[in-house]
Structures are given as structure tokens and as C-alpha cells.
């Protein structure tokens, strides 16, 4: 009897190893927005690894800066480096204010960009013509699928140890990105981008997976996608692609988007 209940058994494990996706379901993960430099912007996303090894982004957010696009992305590293949500002790120059520069140190570098259209890795980390513009009343609505062969190694697996930052500030609370509060951002001329106002690059909000625990600063620094974790240059430079996102049009389109939206 035992060896008759045997042999019915194994067509059925053979039709498991034949097609080992099947019995895979797609896997949900909830972050929790919470508004940075107390912008008093919130929101949710859900993260959502397909059964074909895909990422589908959804995310809904309230108190952004109206009428304007809001650069976003995914952070972190999927090499064990251990990063997360930065709080107030991150402003190192005490203006009251965390940049992109001191938060990168916290949540590390782009690890994907949550542009609309186009592409997605970390060159495309201030193309504003492609990201998100929040509505006349702060309301800001994503939702994008990018494929698995565009999603850089180790996402899938790693999607738990992953979290999103939006950024773009109204300091001064005059509904636009100016220079009159926080001067010219540091970061954006830093890859050569002239004339953009700290508001428009400083951080809004950010939200790790829940139930991930939030842990120290590595010793190696931030990840800059070269496998190295001693490398404590700027990760600004690699932060953006360099030259790549330089082109005549992408600043022109920069500029436009984000000075004097009056």
C-alpha cells in the first residue's frame, strides 16, 4: 500500500519540478511614508514582486508641494549594507534642514529611480521632466511596473531591506521651489546643474518596509554601486549618473520645472 501511494505521488512532484513558477505567488510589501524637515507630507506605497520577477510601485501621497514635480526613488543596497531613514541628527550643518548630501549618508545611494516613463537607474535620479507632479492640493499619485530584467541585481530578494524618498520642500511656505529660503541646491550643482533651489532637492519624506528595523550607519560609508564598502568619496557624482543626465535638454526641462512655478 505504502509503495502503490508512492508511486502516485510522483507525477504529481514531477509536474512541481516541471514548472517551478507556478506554485509562486506575487509578494507585497507596505512602506509608510513620513514627512521629512517637517513638511507634514505623508503617505503609503506598496512594493509588489510579481510572480515574473517584476516590480510594480504604487504610491499615494498628501501635503506635497502643489503643482510641482517631486523627484523620487528607491534607496538602499541589496549588499547587506545597512541603511534607513534619517531623523533630525542627520542636519550636520545645523541650518535646521536635512539635505540630500546628509541623507544620502543615512539612506544611501538611488538604488532605483521612480521616474513616470524611460528609464529607471540611478542616472535618471533628478529627471524631473519624467518624475511625478503632485496636484493643486498636494495630492501626489504613482504607479509604474518596471520588468525584471530592468530592476538592478538583487531587488527582488532584497525588497525588504529597500525604501523610498521624495523629495521637493516648500521651506519658506509660499508654494513654489525659490531660492529665498535655502539658497541654491548644493546638490544639484555639485553634477553641474546651475540655479536649482535647495527646496526643489531637499527631501519630503521617507518610509522603510514595515517591520524593518533601523540600524546604524555602516563603518564603509555609502554605497556607491561599485561593490566597494570602504569608498567614503562624495556619492554625489554617482548618485546621478554624472554627465549623463546633463544633456542641454534635460537642464533646460530642470529649470523649467522647478524655478519660479508661480
Avoid: W
Wanted: charged share 20%; net charge negative.
Amino acid at each position: 500500500m505504502r509503495l502503490s501511494r508512492a508511486l502516485l505521488a510522483l507525477p504529481v512532484a514531477a509536474l512541481v519540478l516541471a514548472f517551478p513558477g507556478v506554485a509562486q505567488a506575487d509578494e507585497s510589501v507596505q512602506v509608510k511614508l513620513l514627512d521629512l524637515n517637517e513638511t507634514g507630507a505623508t503617505g503609503t506605497a506598496t512594493l509588489t514582486a510579481t510572480s515574473g520577477g517584476d516590480l510594480k510601485i504604487v504610491i499615494r501621497s498628501k501635503g506635497m508641494t502643489p503643482n510641482s514635480p517631486h523627484a523620487q526613488h528607491v534607496h538602499g543596497a541589496a549588499n547587506g549594507m545597512d541603511f534607513h531613514c534619517p531623523d533630525k541628527s542627520a542636519d550636520a550643518n545645523g541650518n535646521g534642514f536635512v539635505s540630500t548630501e546628509e541623507g544620502l549618508k543615512m539612506y544611501g545611494d538611488i538604488f532605483i529611480s521612480l521616474t513616470n516613463t524611460g528609464d529607471t537607474t540611478k542616472a535618471s535620479g533628478l529627471a524631473v521632466d519624467r518624475m511625478p507632479k503632485a496636484d493643486a492640493q498636494g495630492n501626489l499619485t504613482y504607479e509604474r511596473t518596471i520588468p525584471a530584467a530592468e530592476l538592478p541585481e538583487g531587488t527582488i530578494e532584497h525588497l525588504k531591506d529597500l525604501h523610498i524618498v521624495q523629495h521637493g520642500i516648500d521651506a519658506n511656505n509660499n508654494g513654489t521651489y525659490d531660492m529665498d529660503a535655502l539658497g541654491e541646491s548644493t546638490f544639484a550643482k555639485s553634477i553641474g546643474v546651475n540655479g536649482i533651489p535647495a527646496e526643489a532637492t531637499d527631501p519630503a519624506t521617507c518610509g522603510m518596509v514595515s517591520g524593518a528595523a533601523a540600524g546604524s550607519v555602516p563603518a564603509g560609508g555609502v554605497d556607491t554601486g561599485d561593490g566597494s564598502t570602504t569608498d567614503n568619496r562624495s556619492p554625489m557624482l554617482f548618485a546621478v549618473g554624472g554627465v549623463a543626465l546633463l544633456g542641454a535638454a534635460g537642464t533646460l526641462v530642470a529649470r523649467r520645472r522647478l524655478v519660479g512655478q508661480r
